[in-house]
């Protein structure tokens, strides 16, 4: 619906869309980059605490658990508490955010990582693969659908939380939501809620289309290598 739809505070409203184009890229663009950003470093934090405690019951059951507690934490409680140590950044929203993207990304990397089957693990061995190659051309390859879905659900589950940095200005598309339902504007309220599950559907289709064009080409590398 157009023509005075802004005056009728219609919850759909094209003139919005094409009046506020240019806020709603600056807002969409932030929520990219809070998204991208929280789950790289996540994935980067979880990797190596994953290699370091799999082979340790005690340390892996205890790093999943501390992992559980954090992500039980409200966002609204734990972004304010960030506050006086970083501020109103962008650092306040992304590390609550690195946070929370742990408790997925550390158990599914451990998932990927233990549904090596041994027989694999003991050929290559058998063929003097040491420690470091096993992991990098056997497991990893293995384990990289597994990985890759711990990254999909991080990205959506991101897309979502992002939006409570509005408490904070680096909300992304959680800026127009709060602005809007303060103001009580249905049209950027609605927009912008649409606009926060495109992006989070577009960014899982990206990362599904990546992990079917990696998995099978890894999977046939790593066969060939261990039967080599």
Not at 15 to 32: K, P
Not at 92 to 104: A, D, G, H, Q
Not at 129 to 142: H, M, T
Request: hydrophobic letters at 55%.
């Amino acid at each position: 619906m157009s023509g005075n739809c802004l005056a009728r505070n219609d919850w759909i409203c094209s003139d919005y869309v094409t009046s506020r184009s240019d806020e709603l890229l600056t807002a969409t663009t932030q929520h990219l980059e809070i998204t991208v950003i929280s789950v790289l470093v996540g994935l980067v934090v979880a990797f190596p605490l994953a290699l370091l405690v799999r082979r340790t019951r005690v340390l892996k059951g205890a790093l999943l658990g501390a992992t559980t507690v954090l992500y039980a934490i409200p966002s609204l409680a734990l972004i304010p508490a960030m506050v006086p140590f970083t501020g109103l950044s962008l650092a306040t929203v992304v590390v609550p955010l690195i946070l929370y993207s742990l408790v997925v990304l550390l158990r599914n990397i451990l998932a990927g990582l233990d549904a090596v089957p041994a027989a694999v693990l003991d050929a290559a061995r058998g063929m003097g693969y040491g420690p470091g190659r096993l992991l990098w051309s056997v497991e990893l390859p293995l384990a990289l659908p597994a990985i890759v879905a711990g990254v999909r659900i991080a990205t959506v589950s991101t897309v979502a939380m992002a939006t409570i940095g509005s408490l904070v200005g680096f909300g992304g598309l959680g800026n127009l939501l709060l602005q809007g339902q303060r103001s009580f504007f249905n049209a950027q309220v609605l927009t912008a809620a649409v606009a926060v599950v495109v992006l989070a559907l577009v960014l899982d289709l990206l990362l599904l289309a990546v992990q079917r064009a990696l998995s099978p080409r890894r999977r046939a590398r790593t066969a060939v290598e261990v039967d080599a």
